[in-house]
């Protein structure tokens, strides 16, 4: 036994600075620890906000039912969407006019044509002819871009001209 204590008498500083050193690092370890805490903290009061006396299961239930009425937001968008644009397509997109003399013995250009087309060439031609004694307007319709009456040097050129607006 008395060895031992003389052994350790021998070495005391060495043993005093072993102990130092491992308090010292320890103390840092601490330091580092309630860092790291304290910053988990700071994430749980972040991820906890707003949440009073509730338990973590129902607040992520409740967002996921918010998740879900927002898909089927989404989808009722969309599909009124779709159904607009489908009634876009019926809509009057193409237009076209062109003014002219359709008589030598009317002074100006008096007398026009205008194309209205829909987006799949549907619609109707217009056609005003002004006369010093009388006017005359009429209408010819137009299937995917073909008239089935004949139409008139300006009538085929307002039909091109829409046609090519698309």
Avoid: H, W
């Amino acid at each position: 036994m008395d060895n031992l204590i003389n052994l350790l008498k021998e070495f005391q500083p060495y043993i005093i600075l072993g102990i130092s050193l491992i308090v010292i690092i320890l103390i840092i370890i601490i330091i580092i620890l309630l860092k790291s805490m304290s910053n988990l903290e700071k994430r749980y009061r972040k991820f906890m906000r707003g949440v009073n006396n509730k338990n973590l299961e129902e607040l992520i239930v409740g967002y996921l039912d918010k998740i879900d009425k927002v898909k089927q937001d989404s989808e009722n968008i969309a599909a009124a969407y779709n159904e607009l644009d489908n009634r876009i397509k019926g809509c009057i997109q193409k237009t076209s006019m062109v003014r002219f003399r359709a008589f030598d013995d009317v002074g100006s250009d008096l007398s026009f044509s205008i194309a209205l087309l829909d987006d799949n060439n549907n619609g109707v031609i217009i056609t005003g002819i002004y006369g010093r004694n009388e006017s005359t307007t009429y209408a010819k319709p137009i299937d995917k871009g073909i008239s089935r009456y004949d139409l008139s040097e300006e009538e085929q050129q307002v039909l091109d001209d829409a046609i090519n607006k698309g």
